[in-house]
């Protein structure tokens, strides 16, 4: 009963270290999306998906790539880690037009020093 | 102008008191209304979850919507220490991932 799964939970990089956070479910959901949270902002749609092979951009997408290869999947890659990217990233996933079935994973701490 | 509007002020209740969350909004086309829970270092879960105009109660927990004053609140009655989390306002136009959340208020319920 896994849900939503996120690999690593915490990371610290050097700025211009490239990484990828792994997001992973297994409920079949065609919609996934990542979101950075930061203190005193709220969580910030960054790119979501609206099945495989489709990726479009949120509020904040600069300085991360995305892909959708398959439904499971959708990893989250920083090019050039920067401080300003310091943040806890939560992944999440749905049915298609499902507002009230959003389920997130536990989260992914970020650290760029 | 921040599309939503949630302010993030610390709340301390005594337990057993009642517990009264808002937010505001601009955007219009918002249909979906939700308020997640979060508690430290976890993801938000799904709390209450409203379609357009109206009120939803389960359990202790009531959610209205306001459409026509673009104003949502949660209200939850008989606070328990375990309700201690930050509450997260969230919405959309279409009901799919692409959501616009509120800062999130921290509640801290005393015993």
């Known amino acids: 009963n896994a849900g939503v799964t996120q690999t690593p939970k915490f990371q610290v990089l050097k700025t211009g270290q490239s990484m990828t956070l792994q997001c992973a479910q297994d409920m079949n959901h065609e919609y996934m999306s990542w979101y950075r949270q930061d203190p005193g902002m709220g969580l910030r749609l960054i790119h979501y998906s609206v099945g495989a092979g489709i990726t479009d951009q949120g509020e904040v997408p600069n300085g991360y790539n995305v892909s959708r290869s398959t439904t499971e999947d959708f990893p989250l890659r920083l090019l050039s880690a920067a401080p300003s990217q310091t943040s806890v990233y939560f992944c999440a996933s749905s049915r298609t037009n499902s507002g009230n079935t959003i389920y997130f994973g536990e989260g992914s701490w970020l650290t760029v020093v | 102008q921040k599309e939503v509007e949630q302010d993030p002020g610390p709340l301390s209740v005594p337990e057993g008191a009642i517990v009264s969350l808002n937010c505001t909004y601009s955007?219009?086309?918002?249909?979906?209304f939700m308020w997640y829970r979060q508690y430290s270092r976890k993801g938000p879960e799904l709390l209450m979850y409203t379609y357009s105009s109206g009120n939803k109660e389960d359990g202790r927990f009531t959610a209205q919507v306001d459409k026509s004053s673009k104003y949502i609140s949660l209200f939850i009655r008989d606070s328990q220490p375990s309700d201690s989390a930050t509450y997260l306002c969230a919405m959309s136009a279409n009901g799919n991932n692409r959501l616009a959340f509120g800062k999130g208020n921290q509640v801290v319920v005393i015993p």
């Open positions: 955007n219009s086309a918002f249909q979906y």
